[in-house]
């Protein structure tokens, strides 16, 4: 039974950094292609940073995003982060991990949210 759990979120001011990470337990962390999505009150759920871990660690990112957030792993703890620096307020949200076994287009959907078949519960993240 796969689950995901999030943390690292807060409230930071313009300009601040946080790193989030996602703990993915039940099953072989690099048999999924996993993505962090964003949902902002009134605003579609939105695809922020995806990675394929296998084999070379693929990334993908939003184009709101480049430059100011990277999509990294820890392999040794099953887990994967989001660095974010560079903060605005638009990118509070609530920030969910999700993970598909769809790896072999993993680069074509990372940002669909129907896509995903495990989610976690969320981690707050509010800028100002």
């Known amino acids: 039974h796969v689950q995901l759990v999030e943390s690292g979120g807060g409230s930071v001011q313009t300009g601040g950094s946080l790193n989030l990470s996602c703990a993915l337990s039940?099953?072989?962390?690099?048999?999924?292609?996993m993505t962090w999505f964003r949902q902002s009150p009134g605003k579609d759920r939105e695809g922020v940073a995806g990675?394929?871990?296998?084999?070379?660690?693929?990334?993908y990112y939003a184009e709101s995003v480049k430059g100011r957030f990277t999509i990294y792993q820890d392999n040794s703890k099953n887990t994967l982060h989001l660095q974010m620096n560079s903060l605005e307020p638009e990118d509070s949200g609530t920030y969910l991990c999700a993970a598909s076994r769809r790896t072999r287009t993993c680069g074509e959907m990372w940002y669909a949210a129907e896509k995903f078949t495990y989610w976690g519960q969320g981690t707050q993240v509010t800028v100002s």
């Open positions: 990675f394929w871990p296998a084999p070379s660690g693929a990334a």
């Open positions: 039940g099953d072989e962390y690099g048999r999924y292609c």
